[in-house]
């Protein structure tokens, strides 16, 4: 069983859908959460970055970490067709781990249709 | 562009040749990390730099890798006797020393092993 869970997809949504992807996870250690935005052929771009739980606004993005039950969600309000890309999850486990390397899961590939 | 900066961006080799990638970090930051990412998956952690020193390697990284960051600032890494099997997106990463997780990733290099 992989660290990361993260359903693939594709997830295809009209444009003005509000979006929720999802991932859950095993390590408890994990205690920061981050949101990656890929396009095809590129790096990943940093969307959000939350701690522990709670929630995250950052405009139409909106990030969900729930400790309690190991599952993190990022939701997309008003989605637009340059929101088309995939969406990886990341998570740290900090100062447990001495490099803070990062954990990915699988990345959920979106589609806005216009 | 303060980005992270990766050459080449693409690379095309036999099997059983020697290639080299550059990383060039954001200019403050002393942690550098280089993942590998194949087709429909998640980045893999492979390797952490601390300054110049290289604190962990991930098995991933078999004796045929390695990985330099001479002064601390600028790395490479390094296969040798490339095999199809490398063909793979190779991603460098970077980010500030202390209690900071979220990471900035280059744009990657695409190895084509033929």
């Known amino acids: 069983q992989k660290e990361v869970e993260q359903d693939p997809g594709p997830l295809s949504v009209p444009e003005g859908a509000i979006v929720s992807l999802n991932c859950t996870y095993s390590?408890?250690?994990?205690?920061?959460f981050m949101w990656y935005r890929q396009y095809s052929r590129k790096g990943p771009e940093l969307l959000m970055y939350?701690?522990?739980?709670g929630n995250k606004e950052d405009g139409r993005f909106t990030a969900q970490v729930d400790k309690s039950s190991k599952y993190i969600s990022l939701f997309i309000r008003d989605s637009q067709p340059s929101d088309s890309a995939t969406y990886l999850c990341?998570?740290?486990?900090?100062?447990?781990?001495?490099?803070?390397?990062?954990?990915f899961g699988q990345g959920t590939t979106l589609q806005v249709k216009p | 562009d303060t980005g992270v900066s990766q050459n080449p961006r693409h690379k095309i080799t036999k099997r059983g040749q020697n290639v080299t990638f550059r990383c060039d970090p954001i200019s403050e930051h002393n942690r550098l990390y280089w993942y590998r990412q194949t087709l429909g998956q998640g980045p893999e952690f492979l390797t952490y730099f601390q300054n110049e020193a290289q604190l962990e390697k991930s098995r991933l990284l078999s004796d045929r890798f390695s990985a330099e960051r001479p002064k601390g600032s600028f790395s490479t890494l390094e296969i040798q006797r490339t095999e199809q099997g490398d063909s793979a997106m190779y991603l460098c990463?970077?980010?500030?020393?202390?209690?900071?997780?979220?990471?900035?990733f280059g744009p990657g290099t695409r190895l084509t092993v033929t």
């Open positions: 390590n408890s250690a994990f205690q920061y």
């Open positions: 990341a998570m740290s486990a900090g100062l447990s781990s001495n490099t803070g390397k990062l954990i």
């Open positions: 939350t701690y522990s739980s």
């Open positions: 990463a970077s980010n500030e020393a202390g209690p900071v997780y979220e990471q900035y």
